[in-house]
């Protein structure tokens, strides 16, 4: 996004992409074209206006529009280019308008007005609007692209509106055989670009209810999004998108279907009325139309992209504010009896000729005031779309029902499970405490508790999870060994899980587990396992178990459509211990986020996908790779009003990856943002704020900073390995003394962190003590680790070769160098500067493979002797013998010798150092 001029958004969104192809044509210096082509409003004019704000001041800039009805006025868009500029040839100017004079005299004057206007000087000529252009400003502008010079000319039109009879039709023809012509075809946004236009006009982010509504009704068109916008940007949002059309954008939007034919017109009124989608059997029903008069007119309008056919015999309107605007213009009697006709025509269909959409039964039976058939409707469409992963559908659908009868508990549950599946969570605890006070039946009650114990956890809301857990515990005393108390058993395990309670999880599963084997109760077992599998993966001893409970049960929940289920186990797959394999990692992402979409599960289908692609990148060791997907994800997500757990979702993560690549600012700013977000885990942000002081001096005192790490500690219910390590390895970098390290140490590890974390925390404090010898055993002995990712690993390789050259065994340093060297090679920051040391103690070429010295001056004097034992013809193995090593670091010394050399053999090794 670029700052830019004009428009109700300071900024333009989501044309990076295009501007940066147009900005490429302006840099080639030479002569280039560009057409951008697109619906109206959609975003062309503002795209050539970001580019001009970013010409240098000697560029010269005109720009022309053509107007409707141009036809008739040639060289219109030349003339209102030059329109009141200063330095126009009057002369030239004239004869351009000049009627008497021949087509070719007046086109060859329009030429040399812009040549001269040029100048020889960089220039960008702009001519808007071509769908209305005259042909001889077509001619025109396909003549200045001829001139030699560093002018770009950049044309725009739309597409719809263009005929076979236009002048530009021909133009884009010519001009693609003439030219090497760029094309920019620009689309309506996006839902997470709609987010980002609202929250850039609003200055705030905008709820997710409100986002899908404004995307949905606008089609994503940006000016109709300013335009409904206008004057409401302090408004609440879920409101304004309710708000009726504002007088100029209706005029718009009817003004596409002012010149229809009456038939026309009578088949686009009825279907404007008759929802987002028409079928054409349903539209013939309700206009009584036949099959000819029908494809006539829906040919036409489809021809003018008034409406587009979405399918086999479906249509849609282009705009959903087209079709808004046009059912608005009807009087209400009108509409009411388009609806009623719907309705009959729908009930009574018995042989499938129309779709049968509960929604669409639902939208006809409220508007026709038939709410019966509509609450009937309502409760089948929420169960359907639910059932399909629909959850925002299911949403609209059981709030429809509920503005009739807001006690019914079939919708109340329907609307918090699609309000928590799409991660409207607020809108998910409201709906949830209704469906839990009117429940009519233990079961009914049980289900609704299950949902509140997992959105009390999600909003960070804990006292009301315990007490929500409390009333569960009392109902399983309560209720016989049955389905209805396995259940609540099961939403007990969940609750404990996720409070870290690791072995009362794990018993309240097996219980719940016991109960569903007895009777026969699969998608208890299932829900119950899923809880049992994540609670072990929590711990070292149990995690390898816990997998093999997750992975076990993903195919049978797909099976039998319990997609939630399956979701949540391959998220868990996906961000704790990693396969052996980066592909099958990957494919676990992707399942998983195939199976959230099934779901409508929408948190684990985006956000943790974002968290799934960076964990993938880092167990690659990429780091980069893993910035860019947390950046990408929060970047989206912070366009989104969120609460609880997923507000800023990304920014931990993504502080620790900026930590790793040295990006000091950045980390500094995600710090004062997670200030301002409640209930933060405890050790978050003193954690980051130690890390970053240890790493940048200036940034507050590290010992201060260190006793806020410690009291935080205490109040964090889990240990993680990976944490002990970054904040021992930033302490160490300080300059702490070895007592406040151990003291760290002992604060932040425990019998639940990973041992292969334990042994390196243990070897970076026997380095600090000076047990070089330990130390180096302790640091081999996790290079290898399934656990650890490569950036950990080589980090442990550093200090293994650290370590080695303490002991004055400069050869095992080589050998755990280049395994570094290996393991670090897509790092960077703290972890590569160090590995850079020890190579310069090594006297290694630097990774880069830059080096002052060359040839047999840059091998070290160990190198140099194994060199002259190459040349004598000595093999590995003889060289492991000869010099007291092992083969293994003989032939590091011999891949060593043959890069600095540059050779690829040994007999050039020995004309090498012959000579």
Sequence with gaps: MRTTRGGASPVMIGRDRELRQLRKLVAARRSGVGMIAGEPGVGKTRLVRELLSTLDADTVVLVGQAEPGSLSRPYEVLMDALDGREGVDPALLAELGDSARSPVERLHSGVR?????????????????????????????????????????????????????????????RLGRRHSLTRLDLHPFDVSDTATLLAAITGRPAPPRAIAALHQRTGGNPFFLEELLRGHERDDLEAVHEQPLPWSLAEVLRRQVDDLEPEQRRIVEA????????????????????????????????????????????????????REAIAGHLIGRQRRRLHEAALEALLADTDGRLPHDPAMVAHHAQAAGRYDDMLAAARRGVALYLSIGSAYQALELAEMGLAEDG??????????RSAWLAGLLTDAIGYARRWRDRAVSAPDRNEALYLMIRLAWEADELAEMDELTHEVELLIAELPPSADQALAMTAVAQSSMLRDEIASAIAWADRALAIASDLDLPRIRLAALVEKGLAMTEWPSTAAEGQAILAGLIDEAEKAGEWVLAARALNELVQGVPPNSPAEHAELLERMRVDAERAGFESLAVAAYFQGQARIAVREGALSVGIAALEQGRERDRSYLRRGRWADYHAVFLAGLYLESGAWDRVAEIIDQLREVPNVEPLTVPGLAFHLACRRPGNGDVTTLLDEVLAAVADQSWRSGSQAHDL???????????????QLVSALVDENVWDDYRTLVDAQLAEVAGRAAEAMTGYQAVC??????????????????????????????????????????????WRLAA???????????????????????????????????????????????????????????VSNILHKLGVTSRTQVAEVVGR
Excluded at 728 to 742: K, N, V
Excluded at 791 to 803: D, E, F, I
């Design 728 to 742: 021992l390895s930033a302490a160490i970098e300080a300059g702490l003394p070895e007592p406040r390290l151990r």
């Design 407 to 416: 006690e019914d508990p079939s919708l109340l549950a329907g609307a918090a």
């Design 271 to 322: 279907a404007s009325v008759l929802g987002h989608r028409v079928h054409f059997d349903l539209l013939a029903a309700v206009t009584g139309a036949g099959e000819d008069e029908l494809i006539r007119a829906l040919g036409a309008l489809v021809a003018r992209d008034v409406l587009v056919e979405t399918g086999e015999d479906e249509f849609s309107f282009r705009h959903a504010l087209l």
């Design 835 to 893: 590995l850079d040391r020890v190579r310069d103690q090594l006297g290694l070429v630097p990774r880069t493979g830059d080096r002052a010295v060359t040839g047999a001056a840059a091998l070290t004097p160990r190198e140099r002797e194994v060199a002259f034992l190459i040349a004598d013809g000595l093999t590995n193995a003889e060289l492991a013998r000869r010099l007291y090593i092992s083969p293994k670091t003989a032939a590091v010394h």
């Design 784 to 829: 290898g680790s399934q656990i650890l990712p490569p950036s950990v690993r080589g980090t442990a390789a550093v200090g293994a070769a650290r370590c080695a050259l303490a002991l004055d065994r400069a050869d095992e340093a080589e050998v755990e160098a280049a395994r570094a060297t290996e393991l670090l090679s897509r790092w960077g920051g």
């Design 113 to 173: 007005l812009v040549s001269e206007l040029i100048a020889g000087r960089p220039a960008v000529i702009v001519f808007e609007d071509l769908h209305w252009a005259d042909s001889e400003s077509a001619a025109l502008f396909e003549r200045i692209a001829d001139i030699e010079g560093a002018q770009v000319l950049i044309g725009s039109y739309r597409p719809a509106e263009v005929t076979g009879r236009d002048p530009v039709t021909a133009l884009l023809s």
